[in-house]
């Protein structure tokens, strides 16, 4: 296996007398899509919120692209390679689907502090933004306000927002969420296409989506990494079909 | 340019900024000096209110203490003028210093609170300099001071009351210029964006706590400029100038006019003192006395605008292209 991308080593995070994060050491390595799997409550969303540097954890490290981020603002990972979609859909309501996308772009094209050039006109931003909606399908839509979208097309929005800085590491928080299942088989192949380019974490309680798409899968209970293999080894074992999956065969 | 004017909204814009840029001689044509005093402080208002306008409306930071930076302005030329330095050249760029430094030292700690906390704090040191100043013996403490009109010698006298308001109007149509250059800029996108939604940004990679900082100071940077007008127009200054319900103000007529919007605080400040100048004339004229209460119509009226026109006058003159 090759160096992780991405790795915790026992990460912990406590709310109070919870233990939200109980001793989580997991990694993504370049090229693979890792799952993150776990009933409501495990704890997904705080661990995700660590990794993006959201929540500090209160112990453990987190090592990415080679170096420890452990205490790096979420703005720096950003620029390192780190890119994620969030859970519940998160775009700039008030702008169109191209200027969402061009302003993912400029972040990435140094600094903002420029107050007088119209930015509306700016090809260098305005260009890599009309291909990455085409790249996920929204170009006829560039300039529809984002809040005008279909959910799907919000999600589609989403992705190209956190494609545009070219990341190594995608976290998908949910990226079906909410979606037909038409939509849902949409995304999967979108998702599938892109794997050999950049690694992803996903998040995601559709498990057909996960089965298809995941190269390995990480079961979260209560806090705990309870298990991590291919899905063929996590359909198997028994403490994930008791503690999560349950036994009346929810996963054909 | 020619197109806008075939808008509503173009044309009545054009027909305000060719009203203000001729004021001086309309009001001497008509013998109505008074008049061209309250065109004046229109003016000046109008800058505070697009420099407010840059942070609350663009960027949605409820500064509640924006009068502060008309008492910094404003002290500054005035404690400069008290000891005897009368030269504009030193004291607007010190004035504009200070102001810019001071709304550098507010944003810095202000900017780590979001919402209630942050309306909170910026009233906070608004009141703080209010006290300072209402405490500074030497500076009239209270009752404020007369100073002498910054001295431009060879350039322009500002005791000459249309010179004073050009140089006011042009100082409104640099302000005004630079809004729009801001609002669609590289910056304003992330000021705009941030207000949309800032943990979005965040995690698009923006440190949007720097943005706001720099919007926050520059857009106290204008308000300074502000000050200085304000305190050469009335040859005086006090701390009455920065008191909490003048920040009010400025924020009542940033909403009036529409927030976001590049000339909404010049209708808003044009209404607010039309509104404070007529209506008690208006009352009084239906009954004797009634005048002194006009601002029971007011209210209602700031309501009716919150409740119905969200976006203000602004709003109101049609839909934006």
């Known amino acids: 296996m090759s160096t992780p991308l991405l790795s915790t080593d026992r990460l912990v995070k406590r709310f109070g007398g919870l233990l939200a994060t109980d001793n989580v050491s997991i990694d993504v390595v370049p090229g693979e899509i890792h799952a993150l799997i776990g009933p409501n409550g495990a704890g997904k969303t705080t661990l995700v919120g660590q990794l993006t540097g959201n929540i500090a954890p209160d112990s453990g490290t987190i090592r990415f692209a080679g170096q420890d981020v452990t205490r790096l603002p979420t703005h720096k990972r950003v620029h390192l390679g780190l890119a994620r979609s969030f859970q519940i859909t998160s775009v700039l309501r008030e702008f169109t689907a191209l200027e969402n996308v061009a302003l993912a772009v400029q972040a990435h094209a140094g600094h903002s502090f420029r107050f007088l050039a119209d930015a509306r006109n700016d090809e260098g931003l305005r260009g890599p933004a009309r291909r990455g909606l085409e790249e996920v399908g929204l170009g006829q839509r560039a300039n529809t306000l984002a809040s005008a979208l279909s959910h799907g097309e919000q999600r589609q929005l989403e992705i190209a927002m956190a494609l545009a800085g070219d990341p190594s590491l995608l976290l998908l928080d949910e990226p079906m969420a909410g979606m037909g299942a038409e939509e849902s088989q949409r995304m999967i192949g979108f998702l599938r296409a892109l794997k050999s380019k950049r690694a992803m974490l996903l998040i995601e309680h559709d498990m057909d989506a996960v089965f298809q798409l995941a190269d390995r899968i990480t079961v979260l209970v209560y806090g705990r990494a309870i298990a991590s293999g291919t899905p063929a080894e996590i359909r198997a074992n028994q403490d994930v079909r008791h503690a999560y999956l349950g036994d009346d065969g929810m996963v054909a | ?321």
Not at chain 2, 25 to 34: E, I, K
Not at chain 2, 78 to 94: D, F, N
Not at chain 2, 210 to 236: D, K, Q
């Open chain 2, 1 to 321: 340019m020619i197109a806008a004017l075939r808008t509503p909204r173009g044309l009545i814009t054009a027909l305000i900024l060719l009203a203000l840029a001729v004021l001086p001689l309309l009001t001497q044509a008509f013998d109505q000096r008074y008049l061209l005093s309250i065109g004046t402080r229109i003016v000046i208002w109008s800058i505070a209110a697009v420099s407010l306008n840059m942070i609350l409306g663009y960027g949605g930071l409820v500064s509640f203490g924006h009068a502060v930076f008309f008492g910094i302005g404003g002290y500054a030329v005035g404690i400069l003028s008290a000891h005897g330095v009368s030269s504009g050249w030193i004291q607007w760029p010190v004035a504009l210093i200070a102001a810019t430094l001071w709304a550098a030292l507010i944003g810095a700690l202000s900017l780590r609170t979001r919402g209630l906390y942050f309306i909170m704090i910026t009233l906070a040191f608004a009141q703080l300099v209010y006290y300072v100043g209402g405490g500074l013996e030497a500076y009239g403490a209270d009752d404020g001071l007369n100073i002498s009109r910054s001295r431009f010698p060879g350039l322009i006298d500002l005791r000459d009351k249309a010179s004073f308001y050009w140089l006011c109007f042009v100082a409104l149509c640099g302000t005004l210029w630079f809004c729009s250059r801001f609002a669609n800029s590289r910056f304003g996108y992330v000021i705009r964006g941030a207000k949309s939604n800032d943990l979005r940004m965040t995690a698009l990679g923006f440190p949007v706590f720097r943005y706001r900082l720099v919007a926050f100071t520059l857009s106290g940077t204008f308000g300074g400029l502000a000050g200085i007008l304000l305190a050469n127009e009335g040859a005086y200054i006090s701390p009455a100038m920065m008191s909490w319900v003048k920040s009010g103000d400025l924020i009542v007529i940033v909403v009036l006019g529409g927030m976001g919007t590049l000339f909404g605080p010049l209708y808003g400040t044009i209404a607010f003192f039309v509104l404070e100048e007529s209506l008690p004339h208006l009352l009084d004229l239906m009954r004797k006395g009634w005048g002194e209460y006009w601002q029971i119509v007011f209210g209602p009226l700031l309501i009716l605008v919150a409740l119905y026109a969200r976006g203000g006058i602004d709003s109101l003159l049609g839909r934006r292209s």
